[in-house]
């Protein structure tokens, strides 16, 4: 007769078996955990951060444009290219007249018949060397009245003439002080004439268009 072995161990169960080989280690089940712990942390981060920044550029002052300081470009002032004659100052009102302005220079001087009441009427050259000629008309009435009646007839004159001419009216200053107004009409890329008063002193320029303005302002008297 056969001797049976008995098994030294007896079997594991099935549902031990079965759950032994399903089950996850806790060390694999606690990552997961750990992250999604630590997305959620970067996550509430980001979200403060927004929140910061957003509130930090509400309450921010707006800020106010900054404007560059502004340049002023001083072009050289023009020279004659011409020289001035030689002249005979005869009375005080032609020996005050400018030798130069600006790049017109003194050409001549001759007397012409002058309005009713004048002391003194003379017509003046000025030339540039480069063809340009600006003549000059000087008056001398006996008031002020007298004068500023014979610059509007001038004035008026020229006007008549060019009658498509562009006025512009610019304030005569004498002493730092405004002492009345000066005409100046112009035609594109033709003449222009420049009409004002100096006390019982009128004067009257035509010349170049473009430059008519400037030989007025630049004029001493």
Do not use: C
């Amino acid at each position: 007769m056969t001797e049976q072995t008995e098994p030294t161990g007896a079997p594991e169960p099935a549902e031990a078996r079965s759950s032994a080989q399903g089950a996850t280690p806790e060390h694999a089940q606690q990552r997961p955990r750990r992250r999604g712990l630590v997305l959620g942390i970067v996550g509430a981060v980001v979200l403060v951060a927004a929140g910061v920044t957003a509130a930090v550029l509400a309450t921010r002052e707006p800020t106010a444009p900054v404007t560059p300081p502004a340049v002023t470009i001083t072009n050289p002032v023009p020279t004659p290219a011409a020289t001035p004659v030689e002249r005979e100052e005869s009375t005080p009102l032609a020996a005050a007249l400018p030798d130069t302005v600006l790049q017109w220079a003194y050409a001549g001087i001759e007397e012409e018949k002058g309005q009713r009441g004048a002391l003194e009427t003379y017509r003046v050259t000025y030339v540039d060397g480069a063809g340009g000629k600006v003549a000059l008309h000087v008056t001398q009435l006996r008031d002020a009245e007298a004068a500023a009646s014979v610059a509007a007839g001038l004035a008026d004159a020229f006007a008549a003439l060019n009658p498509d001419a562009t006025t512009t009216t610019l304030p005569v200053t004498i002493g730092g002080e405004a002492k009345g107004e000066a005409t100046i009409r112009t035609l594109p890329s033709a003449s222009g004439a420049a009409t004002w008063v100096n006390g019982t002193v009128v004067l009257h320029a035509e010349g170049p268009a473009d430059e008519i303005e400037d030989f007025f302002r630049a004029f001493p008297l």
